[in-house]
């Protein structure tokens, strides 16, 4: 049985990461997804939109996932000999960088491939916020805003809603 493993925050779910499952669990019987956690995501210096609960729950109902996992950590070496992951599958946007150039080296010694797959053209979680911003007229100021609460003219602290 062919195992395969990708990881990924899969914040606002989109046509691209549905790609990728698919594509992916094309390629093995079992595939495995791990699905990063908030922690994680914020030592990243961002921030999901929607929770982790959540995320990983509309990853484990795609039919091409056969399992979801947290992503606690960005090692995915042990995650895949953990899970026995003979496959990582990867965006191309990483492909002949020095460090995955040296990620595959290690790997294979494990007996794992990396297989790359490309991007959905045009289509980003960080595009879809953008968008929803400008549609919106959301900015980071606005946004902060309409989360506290306003004083209105007689000094009164009063909710937004």
Known sequence: MIIGY????????HIGHLN???????????????????ELVQYKGKNA??????????????????????????????????LGATMLFVGDDWYGTEKWQNYEKV????????????YTKGVSSTKITQALQQVR????EASIAATKPHINTEGEQKENG
């Open 137 to 140: 007229g959301w900015t980071s």
């Open 49 to 82: 939109m929607i929770p982790f609960e959540d995320r990983i729950e509309i990853v484990r109902s795609c039919r091409y996932v056969d399992a979801a996992v947290p992503q606690y950590n960005m090692d995915k070496l042990k995650a895949c000999k953990e």
């Open 6 to 13: 990708t990881t990924g925050v899969y914040d606002l779910f």
């Open 20 to 38: 990728l499952l698919k594509n992916a669990k094309g390629m093995c019987d079992k595939l495995v997804v791990g699905v990063t956690v908030d």
């Open 107 to 118: 790997f294979a010694k494990e007996g794992i491939k990396i297989i790359y797959f490309p």
